[in-house]
């Protein structure tokens, strides 16, 4: 795999619930359909985008592994106002979801980040 899924133009779309907003980049879609993996980012985005009471925001991107040279996560961000000590057990029933509801083999292209407000 090389870095040429960053050079894209990023184009983005969006879904909805409510208030909330997942945008997800062009080079996270890209990636995914040519992978295989654009049904398990829309059922995690569709799950995560009903979680309106924690999350105020979902960006979906294509980011380098940090782990892994030459290969890439697609990573949910998710923004939320919540204090910090309520996160822990919200994380735990998000990985519980990728475990439940993802394929095995696409749960490693896939990660979930925190970003406090």
Known sequence: MSADYL???PVE???THGSLVANVSGQ?????REHGLWGSLVILKTILIQETALI????VE???DPEVRD???ISFNLRTHRPVAEVPEFDDRVRAVI???????DQVYFAVHFDFV
């Open 62 to 64: 294509l980011v380098p």
């Open 28 to 32: 996270a879609e890209r990636f995914a």
């Open 56 to 59: 105020d925001g979902v960006n």
């Open 7 to 9: 050079m894209l133009k």
């Open 71 to 73: 290969r890439f996560l």
């Open 13 to 15: 779309f969006a879904a």
């Open 99 to 105: 475990y439940d509801e993802i394929p095995a083999a």
